[in-house]
């Protein structure tokens, strides 16, 4: 599971079918089944975070896999040892899941030859998340019914954003449009040419918008000054009560964690948006579990 780019639209429904007869097993007394039992999966994450370690660790131990956590801050990379070298030391212990979270996709993709294991992406660099994607297409045909034709707004940080490529990948496969709207300096250039709508102007462009994904502003990737300051750019991109009063009453309101409160949205927004973005993490444990018992039952890359 390397991306949402080659994932056929049958392979993202089938996964949103394993998605929902899942979640029903997170609220049982005795939260296990035995699907991926005698399976070993390795979570890699050589970049910080917090939803998807937790959420895949979980999802494996739901499914009876067992789970090995490595974390790049406390392993031997700091005495050296590549990335490459890593995992092929760990290729040693037959693993049958290996579970990536790395900067840069090139590493990612170099990866995959080193391995006979499966290998789902939890993100790399910022090119694709594609868990994100499938958590937030499944929270939104829970809300909505489908991910069909709707208009999907995401705002904010589209240069640096892995979670805006695969969430792009992933509706258009559903007939709904793109709008992407954050400073010029954010939003890269050949976007239009995809057929994506650009607007620069936040309170235009939530005016029609079915969903609103606010994107994390991605200062660690940001390597010189996009905009003039944090106070500037919440300014213009920032979810507000007043713009959101523009949107549609029904509208969805995402955002990916980890929310910067004031600089992404509002904070007097919170008891407005918090609870669906809450249950996009909670989604997300179903939606790994799908995936994990689709890579691992099948032993083949979607
Ligand atoms: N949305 C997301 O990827 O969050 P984490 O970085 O905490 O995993």
């Given at each position: 599971m390397l991306g949402i780019k080659a994932l056929p639209r049958e392979e993202i429904e089938a996964i949103f079918s394993l998605a929902k007869s899942?979640?029903?097993?997170?609220?049982?007394?005795?939260?296990?089944?035995?699907?991926?039992?005698?399976?070993?999966?390795?979570?890699?994450?050589?970049?910080?975070?917090?939803r998807t370690r937790t959420?895949?660790?979980?999802?494996?131990?739901?499914?009876?896999?067992?789970?090995?956590?490595?974390?790049?801050?406390?392993?031997?990379?700091?005495?050296g040892e590549t990335i490459i070298d890593t995992v092929k030391n760990l290729e040693a212990y037959h693993p049958d899941i290996f579970v990536i979270r790395v900067g840069s996709s090139a590493a990612l993709y170099a990866l995959t030859q080193h391995t006979e294991a499966s290998i789902v992406n939890a993100g790399d660099g910022r090119n694709e998340h594609p868990t994100q994607a499938l958590l937030d297409m499944f929270t939104v045909s829970q809300q909505l019914g489908s991910c069909e034709k709707l208009k999907v707004l995401i705002v904010g940080d589209i240069l640096h954003s892995r979670v805006a490529r695969s969430n792009m990948f992933g509706f258009r496969k559903f007939a709904s449009q793109i709008i992407l709207c954050g400073p010029p300096s954010l939003v890269p250039f050949d976007c239009a040419e995809e057929g994506i709508r650009v607007e620069y102007d936040?309170?235009?462009?939530?005016?029609?918008?079915?969903?609103?994904i606010m994107l994390r502003v991605q200062q660690e990737r940001q390597t010189s000054a996009f905009f003039p300051s944090l106070r500037e750019y919440s300014k213009n991109y920032a979810l507000t009560p007043r713009r959101l009063a523009r949107a549609r009453k029904d509208a969805l309101v995402l955002h990916p964690g980890p929310v910067n409160w004031d600089v992404e949205i509002h904070s007097s927004l919170k008891w407005r948006v918090h609870p669906l973005?809450?249950?996009?993490?909670?989604?997300?444990?179903?939606?790994?579990?799908?995936?994990?018992?689709?890579?691992?039952?099948?032993k083949r890359t979607l």
């Amino acid at each position: 599971m390397l991306g949402i780019k080659a994932l056929p639209r049958e392979e993202i429904e089938a996964i949103f079918s394993l998605a929902k007869s899942f979640q029903e097993i997170s609220t049982r007394e005795v939260k296990k089944v035995p699907a991926l039992r005698g399976k070993t999966l390795i979570n890699l994450f050589f970049e910080n975070s917090t939803r998807t370690r937790t959420s895949f660790e979980l999802a494996a131990k739901r499914l009876s896999a067992d789970v090995v956590n490595f974390s790049a801050s406390s392993s031997s990379l700091a005495k050296g040892e590549t990335i490459i070298d890593t995992v092929k030391n760990l290729e040693a212990y037959h693993p049958d899941i290996f579970v990536i979270r790395v900067g840069s996709s090139a590493a990612l993709y170099a990866l995959t030859q080193h391995t006979e294991a499966s290998i789902v992406n939890a993100g790399d660099g910022r090119n694709e998340h594609p868990t994100q994607a499938l958590l937030d297409m499944f929270t939104v045909s829970q809300q909505l019914g489908s991910c069909e034709k709707l208009k999907v707004l995401i705002v904010g940080d589209i240069l640096h954003s892995r979670v805006a490529r695969s969430n792009m990948f992933g509706f258009r496969k559903f007939a709904s449009q793109i709008i992407l709207c954050g400073p010029p300096s954010l939003v890269p250039f050949d976007c239009a040419e995809e057929g994506i709508r650009v607007e620069y102007d936040l309170d235009a462009a939530v005016e029609s918008a079915d969903v609103i994904i606010m994107l994390r502003v991605q200062q660690e990737r940001q390597t010189s000054a996009f905009f003039p300051s944090l106070r500037e750019y919440s300014k213009n991109y920032a979810l507000t009560p007043r713009r959101l009063a523009r949107a549609r009453k029904d509208a969805l309101v995402l955002h990916p964690g980890p929310v910067n409160w004031d600089v992404e949205i509002h904070s007097s927004l919170k008891w407005r948006v918090h609870p669906l973005i809450l249950k996009q993490a909670e989604n997300g444990l179903a939606v790994r579990m799908a995936v994990l018992f689709s890579v691992g039952t099948k032993k083949r890359t979607l």
